[in-house]
Each structure stands twice: as structure tokens, then as C-alpha cells.
T-cell receptor, first 116, second 115 residues
Framework: GDSVTQMEGPVTLSEEAFLTINCTYT??????LFWYVQYPGEGLQLLLK?????DKGSNKGFEATYRKETTSFHLEKGSVQVSDSAVYFC???????????????FGTGTQLKVEL | SQTIHQWPATLVQPVGSPLSLECTVE??????LYWYRQAAGRGLQLLFY??????ISSEVPQNLSASRPQDRQFILSSKKLLLSDSGFYLC??????????????FGSGTRLTVV
């Protein structure tokens, strides 16, 4: 079945440091890939997405490129801020494959803490 | 614009008591609806999804049930709560396959503590 593997957290960085959160996936077909962010005590928000190989999703300074050859979708940001402290989830969906809902498969999440 | 409402935000319930969490979506019709649970320090587990009124698919055997009495209403229930039901419950909606790739939109979640 489909699965998503994220790097273990927590990740602690100083403000303005470079961020990389690794994400790799296994899928039977050709999935769409997503990054979601969860701020403390809140639900998940879509951060960015990519639907085909070599697509680059970007939002709020975050970027991730869909790499089919390495089955990866690593999240990067050049300069993190304290306000980026949150849990980040990588996810995939093979829309329609299941014949039912658009089921998203999530990674376990990576907690990011940014300090001054 | 589409919005999703989930309530209550927090809930403390004794073991053996019933549960009802409600989720409603506005601004769209015939959405796919989902219930996820996030246990402390863990990832997201899909509990139920629904592609239409009265159509519920269960992903994991458990002490919970779901219902969709109206197109944009999704309810998570239990007759008797267990300690292991504690967690953060998230409702989400999405469009159907073939309508585009937009991912999910999540509600703000319900923090359930069973004592």
C-alpha cells in the first residue's frame, strides 16, 4: 500500500537558518504530493502541493520539488522564522485509485522549533 | 468561499459516556468528508470517509462510528468511550476525483480527553 516516511523530529533551528525536512514515499500509481502545517492547538493547513514529476510547489517561502526518480518531496526554506514553529506533515494521494474518496496518506509529522 | 466548522473545540468525557462530534461544510456541494484522529505525539490516522449521504467507509476497527445525515454534515459518535479514544479529532473535506487536485481542507479540530 501507499506510505509516506518523514524524518524524525523534533528539529530545532536558530532563526534565519536553512530548513530541510525529508520526505519519501511509496505508491502504486502516480500520486499527488502535499505538505501540510499544523500550528499548536490548530487543525492542518495546506502549505503546498505538486501533482506531477518535477513540479515545484511553493508558499510562504517554503518549497518542495516532486522527484519521481527518488520518490521524494523534501520541504525546504532558506531562512526560517520563529513563527514557522509547527508540525509539518508530508502526504500523498492517488485520486480515484481507491474508487472512493480522495484518501490522503500522511507521514507521522516533523516538529520544527525555531529559536531566536 | 468554502468553510468547514467543527465543534466542540475541547471535550472532557468520562469513560463509558457517549460521544458526538459534529462537522459541517459550507460553500460546496457533495464533498468527500473525512474523520482523522491524531493521538498524542503520533501521526494522523484516517478513521472514516464518506463520498455521499449515508455512505460511510471505515478504515480501522474501533469503538467509534460515523454518519452523514445530510450532504454537508458529518458526525462522529461513540456509545461508550474508552480511555484509548482520547486524542485530537480532525474533520476534513475534499472535492471528488476528477474535479481537481486541491488536497483537503481541515477543520480546527476537537481535543477529546477521556478520563
Amino acid at each position: 500500500g501507499d506510505s509516506v516516511t518523514q524524518m524524525e523530529g523534533p528539529v530545532t533551528l536558530s532563526e534565519e537558518a536553512f530548513l530541510t525536512i525529508n520526505c519519501t514515499y511509496t505508491a502504486t500509481g502516480y500520486p499527488s504530493l502535499f505538505w501540510y502545517v499544523q500550528y499548536p492547538g490548530e487543525g492542518l493547513q495546506l502549505l503546498l502541493k505538486a501533482t506531477k514529476a518535477d513540479d515545484k510547489g511553493s508558499n510562504k517561502g517554503f518549497e518542495a520539488t516532486y522527484r519521481k526518480e527518488t520518490t521524494s518531496f523534501h520541504l525546504e526554506k532558506g531562512s526560517v522564522q520563529v513563527s514557522d514553529s509547527a508540525v509539518y506533515f508530508c502526504a500523498l494521494s492517488e485520486f480515484g485509485v481507491t474508487g472512493g474518496g480522495n484518501k490522503l496518506t500522511f507521514g507521522t509529522g516533523t516538529q520544527l522549533k525555531v529559536e531566536l | 468561499s468554502q468553510t468547514i466548522h467543527q465543534w466542540p473545540a475541547t471535550l472532557v468525557q468520562p469513560v463509558g459516556s457517549p460521544l458526538s462530534l459534529e462537522c459541517t461544510v459550507e460553500g460546496t456541494s457533495n464533498p468527500n468528508l473525512y474523520w482523522y484522529r491524531q493521538a498524542a505525539g503520533r501521526g494522523l490516522q484516517l478513521l472514516f470517509y464518506s463520498v455521499g449521504i449515508g455512505q460511510i467507509s471505515s478504515e480501522v476497527p474501533q469503538n467509534l462510528s460515523a454518519s452523514r445525515p445530510q450532504d454537508r454534515q458529518f458526525i462522529l459518535s461513540s456509545k461508550k468511550l474508552l480511555l484509548s479514544d482520547s486524542g485530537f479529532y480532525l474533520c476534513a473535506w475534499s472535492v471528488h476525483p476528477g474535479q481537481g487536485v486541491y488536497g483537503y481542507t481541515f477543520g480546527s479540530g476537537t481535543r477529546l480527553t477521556v478520563v
